[in-house]
């Protein structure tokens, strides 16, 4: 019976300790972000409208705020930008996604920053981050949360 117990304490043990800090990051995204003070970003579409832009540059000072990081911004088409983001080559992507877009299921869409309708379909100006970046995922969620009152 106390060889059982033994056992069972050693085994509960190693479960809890397995555990670590809830969320994470598999790939570290925030830790790097804070620690190199620099946070890589890419934007869809830039420069865009002065809203876009306004509300992009009001999002990232809030987040450079957070974690004492100044952004490292890369402009482009999203197709590259987004396949950097799944390679860890850039931190974040913001720029306007549709709800349906095929990267829906490969990436981490935030709630967008705000919302425009364009041919019947809502699409949205959100930023995105690489799955599995737990973490980071509910930081920029926070972020957001924050900037739009909470829609």
Same mark, same amino acid.
Not at 26 to 54: F, K, M, N, W
Not at 109 to 114: C, H
């Given at each position: 019976?106390?060889?059982?117990?033994?056992?069972?304490?050693?085994?509960?043990?190693?479960?809890?300790?397995?555990c670590g800090?809830?969320?994470?990051?598999?790939e570290?995204?925030?830790d790097?972000v804070?620690?190199?003070?620099?946070?890589?970003?890419?934007?869809?579409?830039?420069?865009?409208s002065?809203?876009d832009?306004?509300?992009?540059?009001?999002?990232?000072?809030?987040l @450079? $705020?957070?974690? =004492?990081? !100044? %952004?490292?911004?890369?402009?482009g088409?999203?197709?590259?930008?987004? #396949?950097?983001?799944?390679?860890?080559?850039?931190?974040l992507?913001?720029?306007?996604?549709?709800?349906?877009?095929?990267?829906?299921?490969?990436?981490?869409?935030?709630?967008?920053?705000?919302?425009?309708?364009?041919? @019947? $379909?809502?699409? =949205?100006? !959100? %930023?995105?981050?690489?799955?599995?970046?737990?973490q980071?995922?509910? #930081?920029?969620?926070?972020?957001?949360?924050?900037?739009t009152?909470?829609?």
């Amino acid at each position: 019976m106390r060889a059982c117990r033994s056992v069972l304490l050693i085994s509960l043990l190693a479960a809890l300790a397995g555990c670590g800090a809830y969320p994470r990051d598999v790939e570290g995204t925030l830790d790097r972000v804070e620690a190199q003070h620099v946070v890589r970003v890419g934007l869809i579409g830039y420069p865009g409208s002065e809203r876009d832009r306004a509300l992009t540059a009001a999002f990232l000072a809030r987040l @450079g $705020r957070v974690t =004492g990081a !100044s %952004p490292h911004i890369v402009a482009g088409s999203a197709e590259p930008l987004l #396949l950097q983001l799944q390679a860890n080559g850039l931190d974040l992507v913001i720029g306007e996604i549709a709800p349906d877009s095929p990267w829906i299921t490969d990436v981490a869409v935030i709630e967008p920053l705000s919302v425009r309708s364009q041919g @019947g $379909r809502s699409i =949205g100006l !959100s %930023p995105i981050a690489m799955n599995g970046e737990n973490q980071w995922i509910g #930081l920029l969620e926070g972020l957001v949360r924050d900037q739009t009152g909470g829609r």
